[in-house]
Each structure stands twice: as structure tokens, then as C-alpha cells.
């Protein structure tokens, strides 16, 4: 990916906006752009947080494993999305492993430069600041559903969250398979298959392949709520 594109790129980004062209371009210069293929792992828990990565195309698993092997898909970044970046400011290791699920082009920005970056330029520190605030709320959001709610609650959650990002759409498209996103929501397959019939039997979503139209909003937002039952 050749470079003008990488800086045209970084406009487009919350991280960064407010930029000007030239300090784009100091922030590409210390940029580097890795491609991996799909199941290539991109850092293993434990290891040093040198930097932090941003996915440009393609999509990364954020997972942790359990002690008998098993996966927890703690989160999903598409294009646009970064991560790895608090545990880059603490200057400790990675919580958690992170897997391209399709063909990826992922930029890493490592510590040192952008230190000396921010240093020169407050705006950058600003806007990481916002950016990481952002992802804590969504954290927050994402830890009270997995620990309170239940299945077709979290479905539900999710659909309305995914609205959200898709500019209050009523036609969404799921920007995972959905084995991973049972796994994001802490769920079986087959019993996210049964909560999707469930819900598509109650008259608040309509099924077709990847795409979902969300039928009755209010109705969803109830059982995110736990207001209502499926």
C-alpha cells in the first residue's frame, strides 16, 4: 500500500483528525503496514507492547484462551479500528491474543515515535485520550451485557449497537460470521441460530443471509432493557 493512500487513510481516522497534512505524514513516517492472511496470529498474550496496531482492511480477533484450550473472543476490529493501545501506554504485555479472520492489512505504529510524536504535538495526545474514553464506554457497555444479561438480550443489544454504528440504519449487515459472534456474545452457535429464529418468529427482525432489518426498534430496545421476553 503505497504511501500517499496510508496518509489519506490516517485522515479518516478519529485518532487523528484534526491533523494537518504534514503531521500526517509524521505519523506515517514512523507507520508500518504488515499484511496478514487470514488465520495468521498478529501478537500472542503475553508479549511485549511495543506499539499499536490499526486495522486498515480485513478484520482482527481480539481472544483470550481458557486453561482447557477454549476461545473467548473479547472483541472485533474491522477497518478504521484500532487496538492495543493501553497496554501500549502502560508499558507492560498484551492481555490477549489478536488473529486477522480474513485477509488483512494492518498498520503498526510503535511506542517510541509516537512518544515523540505526542510530544510535539498535544492535539495527537487529545485525540487518543477521546479515542481510548470511546472504548472504555464500549467496554463497559459490552461487560454489563455479557455478565447480565441473557442471550436474546445481548442478540438484541448487539442488532441496536450495530444500528448505531451503521447511522441509526434499519438494515444491517453482521460485520462477523456467526461463529464469532456467538463467541463475542458469549454464546453457542446453535443457541444464537435459535435466538435469531426467536426473535424473527416475534415479529423484530427480519433473517437474509448477513443482512438483518430490524423490524420493530422500540421492540428490541425492549429486550435489550429486559422489558421483554422472547
Given at each position: 500500500?503505497?504511501?500517499?493512500?496510508?496518509?489519506?487513510?490516517?485522515?479518516?481516522?478519529?485518532?487523528?483528525?484534526?491533523?494537518?497534512?504534514?503531521?500526517?505524514?509524521?505519523?506515517?513516517?514512523?507507520?508500518?503496514?504488515?499484511?496478514?492472511?487470514?488465520?495468521?496470529?498478529?501478537?500472542?498474550?503475553?508479549?511485549?507492547?511495543?506499539?499499536?496496531?490499526?486495522?486498515?482492511?480485513?478484520?482482527?480477533?481480539i481472544f483470550?484462551?481458557?486453561?482447557?484450550?477454549?476461545?473467548?473472543?473479547?472483541?472485533?476490529?474491522?477497518?478504521?479500528?484500532?487496538?492495543?493501545?493501553?497496554?501500549?501506554?502502560?508499558?507492560g504485555r498484551l492481555p490477549a491474543h489478536a488473529e486477522a479472520t480474513m485477509d488483512s492489512d494492518i498498520l503498526f505504529l510503535p511506542r517510541d515515535g509516537l512518544t515523540r510524536l505526542i510530544e510535539h504535538d498535544k492535539t495527537l495526545a487529545l485525540n487518543m485520550l477521546a479515542a481510548l474514553s470511546t472504548k472504555l464506554r464500549r467496554f463497559t457497555v459490552k461487560l454489563e451485557n455479557l455478565t447480565l444479561k441473557e442471550t436474546p438480550q445481548r442478540v438484541a443489544a448487539y442488532l441496536l449497537d450495530l444500528s448505531d454504528r451503521e447511522g441509526g440504519d434499519t438494515e444491517v449487515t453482521l460485520d462477523v460470521t456467526k461463529g464469532h459472534l456467538a463467541g463475542l456474545l458469549g454464546t453457542a452457535q446453535e443457541t444464537l441460530s435459535r435466538v435469531l429464529k426467536k426473535l424473527?418468529?416475534?415479529?423484530?427482525?427480519?433473517?437474509?443471509?448477513?443482512?438483518?432489518?430490524?423490524?420493530?426498534?422500540?421492540g428490541l430496545q425492549d429486550l435489550s432493557d429486559g422489558e421483554r421476553r422472547v
Open positions: 500500500m503505497i504511501s500517499t493512500k496510508i496518509i489519506s487513510f490516517l485522515g479518516t481516522l478519529p485518532l487523528f483528525s484534526g491533523l494537518s497534512g504534514e503531521q500526517l505524514k509524521d505519523v506515517n513516517s514512523i507507520g508500518i503496514v504488515s499484511h496478514y492472511p487470514k488465520g495468521k496470529t498478529i501478537f500472542s498474550e503475553g508479549s511485549e507492547a511495543t506499539g499499536f496496531h490499526v486495522a486498515m482492511t480485513g478484520q482482527v480477533k483470550k484462551l481458557s486453561m482447557d484450550g477454549r476461545e473467548q473472543i473479547i472483541h472485533i476490529y474491522g477497518p478504521g479500528e484500532p487496538f492495543g493501545e493501553v497496554p501500549m501506554f502502560e508499558g424473527k418468529e416475534a415479529g423484530l427482525i427480519e433473517v437474509n443471509g448477513k443482512r438483518i432489518i430490524l423490524l420493530d426498534m422500540e
